[in-house]
């Protein structure tokens, strides 16, 4: 019997949930391990406060004074909850987050006088050892330093006995290596961009704060099963399993009950959740066994992915409490839905306006609409920085696998704002009567609110959908970190209300036009001119392939195809001319994500390799002999009859040859391929080699695997089957 594969069923199906209780009602706990303003108010002085203060809403800068200052408070904040160390927290290009501890604990030379200690110094700016980080070729070895710089927009917390202090990561001459910094740099681009705007309708705006709701899937899989499985442990995904007789068909997981294991993980996991001030509010069961999403009260952006990356180390370190392995990949299982990180977007002013929420007076709804269409027109014209914006190996299997938004980037708006936009574009040129206009927006007005009462309105195929007062991105995958995705929508917007300001102010300058007018005729080509983005219908339907097509769409179904979009002359432009990330910044990003993706598929080439031939096989030979045992046997017994007898195993035996011999001629010719596109130099080259080389085995040597599993004796098979992983609780 298979020791490894039956230990795990053993262990996971003994399993009790963990005994947890809450501590105490959610709003005491929340936030209770965040410098956040109420401990700073308790442990800074009053300059120094003011200080956080000014660089968390105007930006200033904090001098080295104060930044002292702060730091012993903070210290002493830290002190005061049983923390020892601290770390300057950030992300890196490599996708999750990292952080380097360090003691508050000092000590003179001869080991006297010892303290704990923080100063402004060490809160302002680190160097870790950060050569190993990926950086695109934008640091050499022999200048490999890169700092990482705190931001004050995002508060200090606590987690276990460490301070955490997010922090952004640059090179030595100033270039991102992280995530964080260009989209704080985009953050204040549109914020610049659609406070002027703004001032069309409302000239007491004097800032524009993004908003961000993610929602996060994932899936939670018992660890010892997970653990059993070579190729979730090192590459998050099932390279091979067959489809176990029963899948997600019945539709009795999605908004089922809670399983009780899965329930008190996530109980504690909210908890932790309140302490560290991420506002979890929803739980619930999605469409593949086992599978679940979270999602939060939306924030300010720049928190919101703090927040999104923070929540999934803390997931996987509070599954460890429960046994559970939490699986953030975008496609852990075949035949069952993959998980996807849907961005909820939106805009909202320091006078408390959401921008895309659409009112009943006419001035706002003028307002309304003007956020609402240039985002349209924005997405049109840069439809593929953004699905470059969300490339990725594992991406690659929902995109376009008809389950998950397509990899063609169409915007969804409901049939009502379709009216809407088409009664719009029906006004005649030039500049509108006065009966027009009243009429028109007193149509408009009429029309919106309704968008409001009918929320029913919904296209769960459409990768980029209008939802009733914001925009959901929902083709981001379930790893990503939102800030890719965010930057380059961020960007695209802000150059978008740019161009629009100098479009209205020119016609109001130029032809002495109203500015509504103005404004209505800019809109009014806008709509005509990103109409093909607009899709209402099926987006997993082949029609709709045919049609995109016609429309000039792209449909980018791979990785190192879609990431083109980010070196061309259009992206270059885009994030220069924004100052979000010179070309440097740019190309380093693209090829970070090239050789990333390169990895990933060498990894489960490599590993996909070794467990077909280290497990399938050798199980394979050994259930074969059984039946050879077993022929012989019989031929002794039955002579002649044997024939009859005996024709199903001779039948077996020789279909487990042709699986054998099928595996060993495709990882052999698997490898090969991958030995060739490892000699070549380009990183644009090497990944696509990998992808339309090397990964179409993949399928095939899994389609041997699969039938071999089903053919062999269940209880010598090694590998943790399907139903085993989905459908234990
Ligand atoms: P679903 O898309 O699953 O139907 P909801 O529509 O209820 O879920 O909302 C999903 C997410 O949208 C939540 O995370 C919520 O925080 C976020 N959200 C709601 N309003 C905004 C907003 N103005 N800006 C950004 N995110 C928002
Ligand atoms: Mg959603």
């Known amino acids: 019997m298979s020791t490894l594969r039956f230990q795990a069923l053993r262990e996971a199906s003994t399993r009790k949930p963990v005994i947890f209780e809450e501590s105490d009602r959610k709003s005491n706990l929340f936030g209770a391990n965040v410098f956040n303003d109420k401990s700073m108010k308790q442990y800074l002085t009053s300059d120094a406060y003011k200080g956080v203060q000014g660089a968390v809403q105007h930006g200033t800068k904090i001098d080295r004074k104060l930044a002292d200052y702060i730091a012993l408070g903070m210290k002493e904040w830290a002190l005061s909850k049983g923390v020892t160390h601290y770390t300057h927290w950030f ?52 200048e490999a330093r890169g700092y990482t710089a705190w931001d004050p927009t995002s508060p200090a917390f606590i987690f276990g006995t460490t301070l955490c202090i997010p922090t952004v990561f640059i090179s030595y001459t100033g270039e991102a290596l992280d995530f964080k910094t260009p989209l704080l740099r985009a953050l204040t681009v549109i914020d610049e961009a659609a406070t002027e705007v703004c001032k069309y309708f409302d000239k007491n705006v004097k800032k524009v704060t993004v908003t961000l709701g993610w929602e996060q899937e994932y899936f939670l899989i018992d660890s010892a099963l997970a653990n059993s499985r070579p190729d979730l442990m090192m590459t998050g995904r099932t390279l091979l399993g067959h489809t176990s007789a029963k899948g997600q068909q019945l539709d009795d997981h999605y908004f089922g009950s809670i399983p009780t294991r899965a329930l008190v993980y996530m109980r504690d996991l909210e908890q932790e959740c309140m302490l560290l001030g991420i506002p979890v509010k929803t739980r619930h069961n999605e469409v593949a066994p086992n599978q679940f999403e979270l999602a939060p009260i939306f924030e300010e952006m720049n928190l919101a992915v703090d927040h999104n990356c923070l929540l999934m180390d803390v997931m996987q370190k509070v599954a460890e409490r429960h046994h559970f392995k939490v699986l953030f990949h975008e496609k852990p299982f075949k035949g069952v839905n993959g998980s996807g990180k849907h961005n909820n977007w ?66 969804f708006i409901g049939g009502q704002l379709m009216k809407v936009l088409d009664e719009l574009e029906g006004v005649t040129p030039g500049k509108l009567s006065p009966e027009e206009k009243t009429d028109l927006k007193l149509n408009v007005v009429g029309k919106i609110p309704d968008v409001l009462l009918d929320n029913t309105d919904r296209n769960r195929t459409s990768p980029f959908a209008f939802t009733g007062n914001k925009f959901e991105f929902r083709a981001v995958g379930s790893t990503a970190n939102c800030s890719n ?24 300058e130029s032809k002495d036009m109203k500015k509504d007018d103005a404004i209505f005729n800019v809109l009014r080509e806008y709509i005509k001119k990103s109409k093909k983005i607009l899709f209402e219908g099926d987006g997993y339907s082949e ?41 440097v910044e740019v190309e380093a990003r693209y090829e970070i994500e090239l050789e990333e993706y390169t990895k990933k598929i060498q990894i489960e080439g490599r590993v996909l390799g070794d467990i077909s031939k280290n497990h399938v096989i050798p199980t394979a030979i050994k259930y074969q002999n059984t039946l050879i045992t077993n022929v012989k046997g019989l ?33 052999v010719a698997m490898t090969n391929e991958r030995k060739k596109a490892n000699t070549l130099n380009d990183a644009q080259e090497m990944a696509e080699a990998y992808c339309n080389n090397v990964k179409p085995y993949f399928e095939t040597i899994r389609k041997h695997c699969d039938k071999l599993e089903l053919l062999v004796d269940n209880e010598i098979w090694t590998l943790t089957k399907y139903r085993e992983l989905l459908f234990t609780k």
């Open 543 to 583: 029609e709709w392939e045919i049609e995109a097509g016609k429309r000039g769409l792209s449909n980018f179904k791979t990785t190192p195809e879609a990431l083109k979009a980010r070196v061309s002359k259009q992206s270059l432009d885009l994030f220069s001319e924004l100052n979000i990330m010179n070309h």
């Open 485 to 508: 995705s965010m930057t380059t929508l961020n960007a695209i917007v802000a150059k978008q209300l740019r161009d629009f300001k100098v479009e209205v102010d020119a016609l109001i």
């Open 346 to 411: 939106s805009l909202a002013t320091d006078t408390g306006i959401n921008l895309l929420s659409p009112s009943k007076t006419p001035m706002s709804n003028l307002q309304f609409l003007t956020f609402f269409i240039n985002t349209i027109k924005a997405v049109h014209d840069n439809e593929s920085l953004l699905r470059a914006a969300i490339a990725s190996a594992g991406n690659d299997h929902r995109l376009g696998a008809n389950e998950a938004p397509p990899a063609i980037i169409s915007v």
């Open 91 to 142: 992300q890196p290009l490599t996708g999750i987050t990292a952080e380097k501890h360090d003691a508050f604990f000092e000590t003179s030379m001869d080991g006297s006088d010892p303290v704990e200690k923080l100063g402004g110094a060490q809160l302002v700016q680190q160097e870790p050892d950060a050569s190993s980080f990926p950086n695109g070729g934008i640091r050499n070895t022999f």
């Open 635 to 667: 031929k002794d017994i039955f002579g002649a009859e044997f024939e009859t007898i005996g024709k199903e195993q001779i039948v077996l035996i020789k279909q487990i040859s042709k699986h054998i011999e099928g595996i060993n001629s495709n990882v």
